[in-house]
């Protein structure tokens, strides 16, 4: 085994490279791109495009010390936001119980369970020494486990050496379960695999829970009178690497990290593809369009060991280049590069025995003030892989609840995405106060589901004739989708141009709902938004490339559709010199909806059956919305204009309803 230890003199020579280079050129692809549909092409050159633009960000964070320190405190709060933590949970009693110990040779672990939140149940084993001085308070560790399904026992027990070394060395040592493969397994997969697209709208990331089940278990660890609270420290891999950078910069608590194998950088995840070897525990949704390394940077000047491997292809050596570099960078504003280093070890995912010394020794160094060589990290080793060899303590005596009938009947942990992150609660509008309602709702949905939107969106950009009637239509750089005529002409005496918004099963076609709708002087233009018709891409389910890409770039696949739409609008209010009015039925519907939402000047809407709640997995999805409100909601923002809601039952709307009375605009509101 070898390790590559980089001095900080190393670090930053990489960084000048790397900066003058072109990330292309560095590029570590992974797998081959979808070419299977007319629109991956389209869509894979936006996201890099995208990607780029983002990551350029961090140049501005490593400018100066001052203008990081001006923004560090914004940073803080909204990466909580992201994670689905603003407003902070409420600290409940964490109900810590332990039900059983077990004596090692010179360590002893007790089983533990704790409630992070009420009935979100959190399984441990905690390692601590067999003999302590009475009165002593020793460092401890939180030590997050990477994703190895160990059933019934939890993924904690595939750990057991690793709390075991720190215990014989003097630590107190918490080892958890995952939300995914504990003793209690819930989901991180939701969008990856279960098409669970509401958490996008919900703003419920895994991520944010094993975040606060961090923030819990040290909260937990400070209030034992054998734990120095000023020596704590978090490390973990893979998974476990990626909460290691959640929890620290999450609580400043956390005075060293050593996360393994666990971050890369949007130049990999996206544009190279490395996102479908993740689960979507390793992501937050990127609402405020960060540079990846940026999470990383909130630790600084707080020591952190930056450890990964060569041939690891799910967090590869160019993206491990590009972070390493710019924490460098980064932690040499604060004078503390001697704080920040890097290992690479030789060989895949996967601890050895050059990452395990440096992260024992890294710790040792910041908690204890011992940096002597680490020489005994091999003992008591569980081997890794799919078939694990011999434990040094026999699994089922690892279990917190040791039966089925011992787990707990009250627990939240199968259904907490429905219940981590609080909905919005909208007030009705009083009548007359209507705009005093409708401004700060509508800054929020701009804030936090479209935040990458402009104040207006240009109108789309004609690009050629594909058809006689049919036109193909640039709205951002890398996107074309097309707008059809219903007719070979714009028939004399028209007196709106309607915008009707196709979904994917209507491309092509003329919807047999549209005849039932009394518009008789409209001009009709049918809109196949990005990834619609011409312009649709390959979905695999797993892993959901395309659309799981869009959140960690702070937008969803159904935002830039209605930023389509909006831009056709624009267009045909230009052309045709007419009042535009859009319409849709179903998805589509919600579509057409949000785009008359944004822009004021889509003079009305007409919506056939649209879903009732952005809960409903057929419903469009946008980052957060569900934080600020649902769609009966949004709806009433449309007030004064024209609204009329088709085949649904108007009581599922009373919400709308109020907003539309309160504007004093009751009869421009109808349902049929």
């Given at each position: 085994?070898?390790?590559?230890?980089?001095?900080?003199?190393?670090?930053?020579?990489?960084?000048?490279?790397?900066?003058?280079?072109?990330?292309?050129?560095?590029?570590?692809?992974?797998?081959?791109?979808?070419?299977?549909?007319?629109?991956?092409?389209?869509?894979?050159?936006?996201?890099?495009?995208?990607?780029?633009?983002?990551?350029?960000?961090?140049?501005?964070?490593?400018?100066?010390?001052?203008?990081?320190?001006?923004?560090?405190?914004?940073?803080?709060?909204?990466?909580?936001?992201?994670?689905?933590?603003?407003?902070?949970?409420?600290?409940?009693?964490?109900?810590?119980?332990?039900?059983?110990?077990?004596?090692?040779?010179?360590?002893?672990?007790?089983?533990?369970?704790?409630?992070?939140?009420?009935?979100?149940?959190?399984?441990?084993?905690?390692?601590?020494?067999?003999?302590?001085?009475?009165?002593?308070?020793?460092?401890?560790?939180?030590?997050?486990?990477?994703?190895?399904?160990?059933?019934?026992?939890?993924?904690?027990?595939?750990?057991?050496?690793?709390?075991?070394?720190?215990?014989?060395?003097?630590?107190?040592?918490?080892?958890?379960?995952?939300?995914?493969?504990?003793e209690i397994a819930a989901f991180h997969h939701g969008t990856y695999n279960l098409q669970r697209w509401w958490w996008h709208s919900r703003g419920y990331t895994p991520a944010g829970v094993e975040t606060?089940?961090?923030?819990?278990?040290?909260?937990?660890?400070?209030?034992?009178?054998?734990?120095?609270?000023?020596?704590?420290?978090?490390?973990?891999?893979?998974?476990?690497?990626?909460?290691?950078?959640?929890?620290?910069?999450?609580?400043?608590?956390?005075?060293?990290?050593?996360?393994?194998?666990?971050?890369?950088?949007?130049?990999?995840?996206?544009?190279?593809?490395?996102?479908?070897?993740?689960?979507?525990?390793?992501?937050?949704?990127?609402?405020?369009?960060?540079?990846?390394?940026?999470?990383?940077?909130?630790?600084?000047?707080?020591?952190?060991?930056?450890?990964?491997?060569?041939?690891?292809?799910?967090?590869?050596?160019?993206?491990?280049?590009?972070?390493?570099?710019?924490?460098?960078?980064?932690?040499?504003?604060?004078?503390?590069?001697?704080?920040?280093?890097?290992?690479?070890?030789?060989?895949?995912?996967?601890?050895?025995?050059?990452?395990?010394?440096?992260?024992?020794?890294?710790?040792?160094?910041?908690?204890?003030?011992?940096?002597?060589?680490?020489?005994?990290?091999?003992?008591?080793?569980?081997?890794e892989g799919g078939r694990p060899g011999s434990y040094?303590?026999?699994?089922?005596?690892?279990?917190?609840?040791?039966?089925?009938?011992?787990?707990?009947?009250?627990?939240?942990?199968?259904?907490i995405d429905e219940r981590f992150v609080p909905l919005g609660n909208v007030a009705a509008p009083e009548a007359g106060r209507f705009e005093s309602w409708k401004a700060p709702l509508l800054a929020e949905l701009r804030r936090v589901s479209f935040a990458y939107f402009p104040a207006n969106i240009p109108a789309a950009k004609k690009l050629r004739d594909v058809y006689d009637t049919t036109e193909q239509f640039q709205s951002e750089e890398e996107i074309e989708f097309r707008v059809r005529l219903a007719s070979a002409k714009i028939a004399d005496g028209a007196t709106n141009a309607l915008l009707v918004v196709l979904n994917e099963d209507e491309a092509g076609t003329t919807p047999e709902w549209l005849s039932k709708i009394d518009n008789p002087n409209a001009a009709v233009f049918f809109c196949e938004p990005r990834g619609i018709g011409a312009t649709k891409w390959t979905r695999k389910n797993p892993p959901n490339y395309v659309e799981r890409s869009h959140a960690l770039l702070g937008r969803t696949v159904d935002a830039g559709r209605v930023w389509d739409v909006i831009a056709a609008a624009r267009y045909l209010s230009v052309r045709t010199k007419l009042p535009v009015q859009v319409a849709g039925s179903g998805a589509a519907s919600v579509i057409a909806a949000y785009a008359a939402i944004l822009d004021e000047q889509v003079a009305a809407a007409t919506l056939v059956a649209p879903p009732t709640t952005h809960m409903d997995n057929i419903a469009p999805q946008f980052l957060n919305v569900l934080r600020t409100c649902d769609i009966p909601d949004a709806l009433g923002l449309i007030a004064p204009r024209p609204l009329r809601i088709i085949r649904v039952d108007s009581a599922l709307f009373a919400k709308t309803s109020s907003a539309y009375s309160a504007a004093a605009s009751k009869e421009r509101l109808a349902f049929k």
């Amino acid at each position: 085994m070898t390790m590559s230890h980089r001095s900080s003199m190393f670090v930053m020579g990489l960084f000048i490279c790397a900066a003058a280079a072109d990330t292309n050129l560095l590029a570590q692809p992974y797998g081959q791109p979808d070419r299977s549909s007319p629109g991956d092409e389209m869509i894979q050159r936006y996201l890099q495009k995208e990607t780029r633009k983002l990551s350029a960000r961090f140049a501005d964070d490593i400018a100066s010390r001052a203008a990081w320190e001006a923004k560090r405190q914004q940073y803080v709060e909204e990466y909580l936001y992201m994670l689905g933590l603003s407003p902070r949970p409420e600290k409940t009693p964490l109900r810590a119980t332990i039900t059983g110990t077990f004596q090692g040779d010179g360590y002893v672990v007790d089983m533990i369970h704790y409630q992070s939140r009420r009935q979100l149940y959190v399984t441990g084993n905690l390692y601590r020494p067999a003999v302590v001085k009475e009165g002593e308070k020793l460092p401890a560790v939180y030590y997050v486990c990477g994703h190895f399904n160990r059933g019934r026992d939890g993924n904690k027990v595939a750990y057991q050496s690793h709390g075991i070394w720190f215990a014989r060395h003097g630590y107190v040592c918490l080892v958890v379960d995952s939300l995914q493969l504990g003793e209690i397994a819930a989901f991180h997969h939701g969008t990856y695999n279960l098409q669970r697209w509401w958490w996008h709208s919900r703003g419920y990331t895994p991520a944010g829970v094993e975040t606060w089940n961090g923030v819990r278990g040290i909260d937990y660890l400070i209030s034992r009178p054998d734990v120095d609270p000023q020596r704590i420290a978090v490390t973990g891999i893979s998974g476990g690497g990626a909460a290691t950078y959640w929890v620290t910069a999450a609580d400043e608590r956390v005075k060293a990290a050593v996360p393994v194998s666990g971050m890369a950088d949007l130049e990999s995840y996206v544009s190279n593809r490395v996102i479908n070897g993740h689960c979507d525990c390793m992501f937050l949704y990127n609402t405020f369009q960060w540079p990846w390394a940026r999470i990383a940077g909130l630790i600084a000047p707080r020591p952190l060991l930056f450890v990964n491997s060569d041939k690891d292809d799910i967090f590869p050596m160019d993206a491990n280049e590009r972070v390493a570099n710019g924490l460098e960078r980064l932690y040499s504003l604060y004078g503390a590069g001697d704080r920040v280093a890097a290992v690479v070890s030789v060989g895949g995912h996967a601890y050895r025995q050059d990452i395990r010394q440096a992260a024992y020794r890294f710790i040792n160094s910041h908690l204890k003030a011992d940096a002597r060589e680490v020489t005994d990290g091999e003992v008591d080793l569980v081997s890794e892989g799919g078939r694990p060899g011999s434990y040094p303590i026999p699994p089922q005596q690892l279990r917190v609840f040791p039966t089925d009938a011992d787990l707990p009947k009250d627990q939240l942990n199968t259904s907490i995405d429905e219940r981590f992150v609080p909905l919005g609660n909208v007030a009705a509008p009083e009548a007359g106060r209507f705009e005093s309602w409708k401004a700060p709702l509508l800054a929020e949905l701009r804030r936090v589901s479209f935040a990458y939107f402009p104040a207006n969106i240009p109108a789309a950009k004609k690009l050629r004739d594909v058809y006689d009637t049919t036109e193909q239509f640039q709205s951002e750089e890398e996107i074309e989708f097309r707008v059809r005529l219903a007719s070979a002409k714009i028939a004399d005496g028209a007196t709106n141009a309607l915008l009707v918004v196709l979904n994917e099963d209507e491309a092509g076609t003329t919807p047999e709902w549209l005849s039932k709708i009394d518009n008789p002087n409209a001009a009709v233009f049918f809109c196949e938004p990005r990834g619609i018709g011409a312009t649709k891409w390959t979905r695999k389910n797993p892993p959901n490339y395309v659309e799981r890409s869009h959140a960690l770039l702070g937008r969803t696949v159904d935002a830039g559709r209605v930023w389509d739409v909006i831009a056709a609008a624009r267009y045909l209010s230009v052309r045709t010199k007419l009042p535009v009015q859009v319409a849709g039925s179903g998805a589509a519907s919600v579509i057409a909806a949000y785009a008359a939402i944004l822009d004021e000047q889509v003079a009305a809407a007409t919506l056939v059956a649209p879903p009732t709640t952005h809960m409903d997995n057929i419903a469009p999805q946008f980052l957060n919305v569900l934080r600020t409100c649902d769609i009966p909601d949004a709806l009433g923002l449309i007030a004064p204009r024209p609204l009329r809601i088709i085949r649904v039952d108007s009581a599922l709307f009373a919400k709308t309803s109020s907003a539309y009375s309160a504007a004093a605009s009751k009869e421009r509101l109808a349902f049929k």
